[in-house]
């Protein structure tokens, strides 16, 4: 499993993401007006935006400020013009990263991005040095105590879909084509799975091992890039031992 997938997985069992509702309400809510504007207001012929709403439904958003955030990207209400703009960088020890953004102002998206570069550890890189690294993918996980069979377990995720399983850790973790990741997630719940963490995800086709000081300002970059508004994901291409992940997140 990458460093990126570890990072995520240990902070939704941390419970560390986004550590204000209303932040994380915020990402959501960029990301359903976003989504609904690129790709319709139907959840059921727009995958981004059902990603979305079973996000929102998660973090107990209420059903009327997820139809509010729907109209507003569909053009049904009026509301704030959000532009998507993917920055590049790199960390310590050159590890590669992907910053992700939904933004009402370019300008100021664009600066805070770079400030944050500056002031830990990292460098902004140019359009194309870093996104050739990263492969875009479908994400899920399943937590091992809903496993009693691995074999039909696995069967199920190949059978529909699944490129790669990595039992390794818990939860278990799946990853998928784009194209195929709401198959895959739909046939797992037949099967009496429940898959959470369904998210489009930026994997790195390489890694970088990292550990010690370098880790520790790696993660801490990742931290405060995430702890702003207008950044919905950092995806980056490092690699480090779990001990030490968790180690290093719990003075984050």
């Known amino acids: ?16 993401q986004d550590k204000k ?3 994380l309400f915020n990402k959501i809510i960029r990301e359903l007006t976003v989504s609904a504007r690129e790709g319709g207001g139907d959840p059921d012929s727009n995958p981004r935006l059902r990603v979305a709403m079973d996000k929102a439904r998660d973090a107990n958003m209420p059903k009327d400020t997820i139809e509010k955030a729907v109209k507003r990207g569909t053009g049904e209400l009026e509301g704030v013009e959000y532009v998507e703009i993917t920055y590049e960088g790199y960390g310590s020890a050159g590890v590669a990263m992907l910053v992700t953004t939904v933004s009402d102002n370019k300008n ?8 944050v570069f500056s002031k830990y550890n990292g460098n902004m890189a140019e359009s194309g040095s870093v996104a050739w690294i990263f492969e875009k993918k479908g994400s899920m996980t399943v937590s091992k105590e809903q496993i009693a069979d691995v074999d039909e377990f696995m069967m199920t995720a190949i059978d529909s879909g699944a490129e790669d399983i990595d039992d390794s850790g818990d ?22 799975y429940i898959p959470k963490d369904i998210e489009f995800s930026y994997l790195p086709k390489n890694t970088v ?9 790696v993660l801490n970059l990742i931290s405060k890039l ?8 950092v995806y980056a291409n490092f690699d480090i031992d779990d001990a030490e992940m968790e180690r290093i997140m719990e003075t984050l």
């Open 1 to 16: 499993m990458s460093g990126h997938n570890k990072w995520a997985n240990i902070k939704h069992r941390k419970g560390a």
């Open 21 to 23: 509702r209303s932040a």
């Open 108 to 115: 100021r998206t664009a600066q805070e991005i770079r400030h």
């Open 171 to 192: 939860p278990v973790s799946i990853i998928t084509a784009p194209e195929d990741m709401m198959q895959v997630a739909d046939a797992l719940k037949e099967a009496g």
């Open 209 to 217: 091992a990292i550990e010690g000081r370098d880790a520790e300002k």
């Open 226 to 233: 995430e702890d702003l508004d207008d950044v919905q994901n």
